[in-house]
């Protein structure tokens, strides 16, 4: 549906690097990386809005340089950008002053209904709060039928306790309303809930990109492992096994300590460096030989296992729970 | 809180020291002529045609600035380009130049140069004109118009304008339904700079036009020719129109 290809953009010291992805009809595309990775620019470009060398094609058609407004794309900002000079309803029927709405009447009753935003029409969009400036900016480019919608970290200015139901709706547009999602975060939970698929971006590059499960559970780099939350990185060879991959990664909640060496396949000897209490766990740090392990103790196992700084045990891993990168 | 009200003591002093002095000669000016003398000036034909001119020069000035200062102002608010800070410099000289010095440029241009001589081929005379009245308003106040024009659009975030085009819009319409708008109070304010500034333009008017008169020269004519009793009332008369026509456009906007 959308193909990407080799866009480059050079705005003063940052640039976007030949990105090449493709987002299939109907899906629902994350693009994942940290605050200052290019996610935006990306967004933007994919609107219009930057002038690019490379292609961008969209239903077999090259739109490069086609005008925004003749896109036919729908854009959700970080901070909304609700006309200020305009009631909630007359934002979001602005797109029918330029291009007829099939079925406008019904599609706009659907949409407040949906989004629930029914008491807010007639009111000035400088009163609403983060949530319902959200769902408006949202209902806006719904109602303009867009083929594909942009969405830049659409969450990240929302009371975290709305996200959940956001998020919810977010995930029943696709379906709901004909069209394809690419939503741009630095949170990769959104992602892990949101997404068909994922691309990762790092400093103006996509450095890994595919089905949503595979890049979450099963990242190809150190980075990518790295930012998505992966602790404990440790070279293959630790284990003593003959694998392609160089490193592995094991969750600290699937490590566990004892005072034998035949829990699991692999017991470790190793000797606590450090220990901090939170709420309801451990947090321990556990030497073995040049690797530091963070590991975290439920509180019940803590004090059955009578842990303390300085004390030598043993460090287990069920194969399982190996992840390798 | 000693301290703290010393501070304010000091400040409002300070402040009453100039809003006095800037209040107190318009107060003394209505003092001495009076309610009945006010209202023969403003009855007399010379009077109101003067103010009245006055008034509506300064305005079509600001209706031309409006066609053409203000799309300057958004170029100059959304683009970087060479040259750029060159254009903003000269958009100040004429708040710099004596006004006298601008009337007699402007006389150079519009009157005597081949500019003037190709105007007058096509029927627009500046010499003691309605035309020259206006042109000399307008070479000195278009800038408080362009200005502020230019920093109302620097508050229009120009997403609102990515926004409005990924919803249909084209550029111009954009311009007209999203930016226009929100920075309505800014050129307003800018255009009613323009127009009071203009109302009060004598130096270069009086180069360019003596005749017909506009109040300021009007006032000016009256009290080298016949003292101060015969110019003053035309100078409160003058003061209380424009003041009441801007308090009003203040009021409406305010209201919308």
Not at chain 1, 25 to 50: H, P
Not at chain 1, 282 to 299: D, G, I, N, Q, T
Not at chain 2, 223 to 236: D, E, H, I
Request: glycine residues 6%; proline residues 3%; aromatic residues 12%.
């Amino acid at each position: 549906m959308l193909n990407v290809e080799n866009l480059f953009l050079q705005k003063g010291e940052f640039s976007l690097k030949k990105l090449s992805f493709n987002v299939e009809k109907n899906s629902y595309f994350v693009i994942l990386g940290k605050t200052g990775s290019g996610k935006t620019m990306l967004l933007e470009s994919i609107a219009g809005i930057n002038e690019i060398e490379g292609k961008i094609f969209f239903e077999e058609e090259e739109i490069t340089t086609l005008p925004l407004q003749k896109r036919g794309f729908g854009f959700v900002y970080q901070d909304f950008v609700l006309f200020p000079n305009l009631t909630v309803k007359e934002n979001i029927v602005f797109s029918s002053r330029y291009k007829q709405i099939i079925d406008a009447d019904a599609l706009f009753l659907d949409i407040i209904n949906f989004l629930q935003i029914e008491h807010l029409l007639e009111r000035k969009t400088t009163h609403l709060s983060g949530g319902e400036k959200q769902r408006v900016a949202m209902a806006r480019a719904i109602y303009s039928r867009p083929k594909l919608l942009l969405l830049d970290e659409p969450l990240s200015a929302v009371d975290p306790t709305f996200r959940n139901a956001i998020m919810k709706s977010l995930k029943e547009i696709v379906k709901r309303y004909d069209t394809t999602i690419i939503h741009v975060t630095h949170n990769f939970r959104e992602a892990s809930y949101l997404a068909d698929h994922i691309a990762v971006m790092m400093d103006g590059s996509i450095i890994e990109q595919g089905e949503s499960n595979r890049i979450l559970n099963h990242p190809k780099s150190i980075e990518v492992a790295k930012f998505l939350g992966f602790k404990n990185i440790f070279p293959s060879s630790l284990l003593n096994e003959n694998t392609l991959e160089n490193v592995f990664s094991i969750d600290p909640n699937a490590i566990l300590f004892s005072y034998t060496s035949s829990l699991t396949k692999y017991c470790f000897k190793c000797v606590i460096e450090d220990i901090m209490g939170i709420s309801d766990h451990y947090k321990v740090f556990a030497r073995v030989k040049e690797h530091l392990f963070f590991v975290k103790v439920p509180k019940h196992m803590f004090a059955k296992l009578d842990l303390k700084e300085g004390i030598k045990c043993y460090l287990c891993i069920k194969k399982k729970d190996i992840v390798f990168i | 809180m000693i301290r703290d009200k010393c501070f304010l003591i000091i400040f409002i002093f300070l402040a009453a020291v100039i809003a006095l002095f800037l209040l107190v000669p318009l107060v003394q000016l209505f003092i001495n002529v009076g309610p009945v003398k006010l209202l023969d000036a403003l009855q007399e034909k010379e009077v109101y045609e003067s103010i009245f001119l006055t008034l509506k020069s300064s305005f079509y000035a600001v209706l031309f600035v409006c066609v053409t200062g203000i799309p300057l102002a958004y170029l100059l608010a959304r683009y970087d380009f060479w040259g750029k800070s060159f254009v903003e410099s000269l958009l100040d000289v004429p708040v710099m130049v004596p006004h006298t010095a601008a009337g007699i440029a402007l006389l150079v241009t519009f009157q005597n140069g081949e500019i003037g001589v190709f105007l007058k081929s096509i029927g627009l005379e500046f010499l003691d004109t309605t035309t020259g009245i206006m042109a000399a308003m307008m070479f000195l106040s278009a800038p408080f118009l362009i200005n502020g024009a230019k920093e109302g659009f620097k508050k229009v975030d120009v997403k609102y304008e990515h926004m409005a085009r990924t919803l249909g819009a084209s550029r111009m319409s954009t311009f007209f339904s999203i930016v226009l708008p929100n920075a309505r109070n800014d050129i307003l304010n800018g255009a009613l700079m323009m127009w009071s500034r203009g109302l009060g333009e004598f130096g270069a008017v009086v180069i360019i036009a003596y005749h017909p008169m506009i109040a300021p020269v009007l006032i000016y004519d009256r009290f080298t020719n016949f003292g101060l009793s015969y110019s003053a009332p035309v100078a409160a008369s003058m003061i209380l129109v424009s003041v009441s026509v801007f308090l009003a456009i203040r009021f409406v906007n305010n209201r919308f």
